[in-house]
């Protein structure tokens, strides 16, 4: 029995090779685990389920043939927190709450996208919270799909500008929020993704050796965490 885990794989139209470099991945290593965990930011951009495109199409039809042999799960990423139940549906997967508390091989494990413990970044954290109102959501999702990928074109190109003049720091999480939610969901091993860091981070919650482990995005190598009974391994593969 094993978990896998990604996250940020950031699928769009226009980089192919991440989608060949997933469906590969599907194929050769997740289909072998008995769990896929999708940890936010699947897609670079998603402005609803009624978006019909060949790329959610293809993705939709690689996961419901996994679904055969793994179960799947998923959580909102900041860049595609509109997927809703129906692409979860057609595509065989359950989304899942963040942050995430499982059972996993006789310990317990929080599972997070890793934005939430941005704290430091207060003008992100603010727009989160707007974007994350049901009333800002509903509104979204009345407009016409055109409007809707004008907005969200124009959002990420606010938000790439605004990335540009913030410090390197302000953008990383802050340690004393990993500290508090692992201490608040009772948890010695935490695993997200978000900042493009991947590493593993040892530390000590109430004297207790921890670890925070975090996956990278997926550019020129894909990541991926496997998980079995006897270890929890951070492992990459370069993407062409």
Not at 80 to 106: C, H, R, T
Not at 164 to 182: H, L, T
Request: with cysteine; aromatic share 10%.
């Amino acid at each position: 029995m094993a978990f896998c885990f990604i996250s940020d794989l950031h699928l769009q139209e226009d980089r192919p090779e991440i989608t060949e470099a997933f469906i590969s991945f599907i194929e050769g290593t997740a289909s072998k685990a008995e769990r896929l965990y999708v940890l936010g930011d699947f897609f670079e951009a998603w402005i609803g389920d009624d978006d019909e495109n060949d790329l959610a199409s293809l993705v939709k039809k690689t996961l419901v043939k996994l679904s055969k042999s793994t179960d799947i799960y998923a959580m909102h990423g900041n860049r595609d927190f509109l997927i809703g139940s129906d692409f979860a549906e057609e595509a065989s997967l359950v989304l899942i709450d963040d942050p995430k508390k499982e059972e996993m091989f006789n310990q317990s494990v929080l599972l997070m996208h890793g934005d939430l413990l941005c704290t430091d970044d207060v003008d992100y954290q603010s727009f989160r919270e707007t974007t994350r109102d049901p009333s800002w959501r509903k509104e979204f999702l009345n407009k016409p799909i055109s409007e809707r990928k004008k907005i969200a074109k124009e959002l990420r190109t606010i938000s790439k500008e605004a990335t540009g003049r913030k410090k390197e720091d302000i953008m990383d999480v802050a340690q004393n929020e990993v500290f508090r939610i692992m201490e608040e969901f009772s948890v010695n091993l935490l695993i997200h993704g978000h900042t493009h860091r991947p590493n593993i981070h040892h530390i000590s919650i109430n004297g207790v050796p921890s670890k925070r482990i975090v996956l990278g995005d997926w550019d020129n190598h894909g990541w991926f965490i496997w998980m079995d009974a006897n270890s929890c391994e951070l492992k990459k593969f370069p993407i062409s």
